[in-house]
C-alpha cells in the first residue's frame, strides 16, 4: 500500500469524539503507564497494566498497579518475601500473603447498562450520589490506593410517575462499613398532563434515604 493510500485510509476514519461525556468506545482495549511518587515515605515508581472490554450493554476493566522500589529499604518484620526488596508489597499481603482485600482492587469496573436505564449496576471503584446529595453526596471508595476497595452501585428506573431507586456499598468485601438506599417517585406526575399547574405538581418528588455505618465508633475516646 503507497503513502498516499495510507492518508487517504486515515482521512476515511470518523473523527474521535474527545467530550468529556463521550461514552468510552466499544471493543477491547489495552493501556499501560508509569509515574514517580512517594507511598509511606517510600519513593517508588509506580507502573500499571490494563485490560479491558467496552460495550454500550456491559464492560468490564481491570488494571494491576505495582509500586517498584527506587531506594532498597531495611529489612522489615516479620520478614517479607524477596521479590517485595524490589516491589512495595504493603498494599499486597496481610500476615504475609495476598489478601482478598488487595485482589479486589484489581477490578477497576464491572458495568451493566448507564445510569438512567432500566437496570444499571456498576461494580469496583465508585464516585456515586445518591438523589440529590443529601445524605451521599460524589462519594468515592479510591481516594488513595491504600484505602481503596471494589464496592457496588445498583439503581432501577421504572419510568412511571419517577419512581426508582438506588443502592450503594462502598465495599463489597465489609458491606457494613458504608451502605446507603434511596427510593423516590413523582406521586402527581401525570404524563398526560398539560399546562403548568400539571408541570408543577409533576416536579414534586418524594423521596426516602438511608445511609450507615454500621462498625462505625459508638462514641468519643477522652483523655483520662
Known amino acids: 500500500m503507497s503513502w498516499t493510500a495510507l492518508l487517504l485510509l486515515l482521512a476515511a476514519l470518523p473523527e474521535p469524539d474527545t467530550s468529556l461525556d463521550a461514552p468510552p468506545p466499544a471493543g477491547v482495549w489495552l493501556g499501560a503507564d508509569v509515574g514517580l511518587g512517594i507511598i509511606d515515605s517510600d519513593p ?75 437496570a444499571h449496576a456498576r461494580a469496583g471503584t465508585l464516585f456515586s450520589t445518591l438523589g440529590t446529595g443529601q445524605l451521599v453526596d460524589r462519594y468515592t471508595n479510591a481516594a488513595e490506593w491504600d ?22 456499598v462502598g465495599n463489597l468485601l465489609a458491606p457494613a462499613e458504608l451502605f446507603a438506599a434511596r427510593v423516590a417517585a413523582r406521586p402527581l406526575a401525570d404524563p398526560a398532563g398539560a399546562g403548568m399547574v400539571a408541570r408543577l405538581l409533576g416536579r414534586a418528588l418524594i423521596g426516602v434515604e438511608v445511609a450507615g455505618d454500621a462498625v462505625a465508633p459508638s462514641g468519643v475516646a477522652t483523655d483520662a
Open 44 to 118: 517508588v515508581v509506580a507502573a500499571s497494566a490494563g485490560v479491558g472490554i467496552e460495550h454500550p450493554a456491559l464492560a468490564l476493566h481491570l488494571r494491576v498497579p505495582i509500586a517498584l522500589r527506587i531506594i532498597a529499604l531495611a529489612p522489615r518484620e516479620p520478614p517479607e518475601p524477596p521479590l517485595c526488596t524490589v516491589v512495595r508489597c504493603a498494599e499486597w499481603l496481610e500476615r504475609g500473603a495476598l489478601s482478598a482485600a488487595a485482589l479486589s482492587r484489581i477490578l477497576d469496573e464491572a458495568r451493566v447498562g448507564h445510569a438512567g436505564d432500566l
Open 147 to 168: 484505602r481503596r476497595h471494589a464496592g457496588l452501585y445498583a439503581e432501577v428506573n421504572s419510568g412511571v410517575r419517577g419512581v426508582g431507586a438506588q443502592a450503594l
